[in-house]
């Protein structure tokens, strides 16, 4: 089992009109796709039917809405995740904090990576409070990450990054930990159940 590749589900964090997101995300999938140690699921909030509000639904108690039983599938399918977030006015997209409020379990004892992009930060002030969500998740949010500083300047029109050195070393260091940490948490998972 610690051979077997490990699932990777990469999370698009925006589904803002006009996002940017399809175009980091391709690209980061294109990066991730050449790796032998990973299956890559792309899950795009754009099309998870989350519902507005969760009523008296509670993620741990394991009921939740038939709409978004396919994503919790998902969800709890991979081993570690990639958050592909952008910046906002300082903070995160709601529809990411939906996403992860909508489930528990299913998150939990998992690592989680993240590609920031925004304006001169890059994203990483969203990525900061991330964190703390993630925590309370019980994830394990990597150190290691790929922050996109005026993203739209770093990308051609044909969606390719201008200078892929730019950020490749980076690329592969955070893949390289979040798989150790995910081959790890899986085998300690499977071992001893998380309560």
């Given at each position: 089992m610690t051979d077997a590749p490990?699932?990777i589900a990469v999370?698009?964090?925006?589904t803002?009109?006009?996002?940017?997101?399809?175009?980091?995300?391709?690209w980061f999938?294109?990066?991730?796709?050449?790796?032998d140690?990973?299956?890559?699921?792309v899950v795009d909030l754009l099309?998870?039917?989350?519902?507005?509000r969760l009523?008296?639904?509670?993620?741990?108690?394991g009921?939740?809405?038939?709409?978004?039983r396919p994503f919790?599938?998902?969800?709890?399918?991979?081993d570690?995740?990639?958050i592909?977030?952008p910046?906002?006015?300082?903070g995160?997209?709601?529809p990411?904090k939906?996403?992860?409020?909508?489930?528990?379990?299913e998150?939990?004892?998992?690592p989680?990576?993240f590609?920031s992009y925004?304006?001169?930060?890059g994203?990483?002030?969203a990525v900061?409070?991330?964190?703390?969500?993630?925590?309370e998740l019980?994830?394990v949010?990597i150190?290691?990450?790929?922050?996109?500083p005026m993203?739209?300047?770093?990308?051609g029109?044909d969606?390719?990054?201008?200078?892929p050195?730019?950020?490749?070393?980076?690329?592969?260091?955070?893949?390289d930990r979040?798989?150790?940490?995910a081959?790890?948490?899986?085998t300690?998972?499977?071992?001893?159940?998380y309560?």
């Amino acid at each position: 089992m610690t051979d077997a590749p490990v699932r990777i589900a990469v999370v698009i964090g925006s589904t803002r009109e006009g996002r940017f997101a399809d175009t980091v995300a391709r690209w980061f999938v294109g990066e991730a796709s050449a790796r032998d140690d990973v299956v890559l699921d792309v899950v795009d909030l754009l099309e998870v039917d989350l519902p507005d509000r969760l009523g008296s639904h509670h993620p741990a108690s394991g009921i939740r809405p038939e709409a978004i039983r396919p994503f919790a599938e998902r969800i709890a399918a991979a081993d570690g995740f990639v958050i592909v977030t952008p910046e906002y006015n300082h903070g995160y997209p709601a529809p990411l904090k939906a996403a992860l409020d909508a489930l528990h379990v299913e998150w939990q004892a998992k690592p989680a990576a993240f590609v920031s992009y925004g304006g001169a930060s890059g994203g990483i002030r969203a990525v900061e409070q991330l964190r703390q969500v993630l925590g309370e998740l019980h994830m394990v949010a990597i150190r290691d990450g790929v922050a996109l500083p005026m993203a739209r300047s770093l990308f051609g029109e044909d969606g390719a990054l201008i200078d892929p050195g730019f950020v490749g070393p980076s690329v592969k260091v955070m893949f390289d930990r979040l798989t150790w940490w995910a081959r790890a948490l899986r085998t300690a998972r499977a071992a001893d159940p998380y309560r």
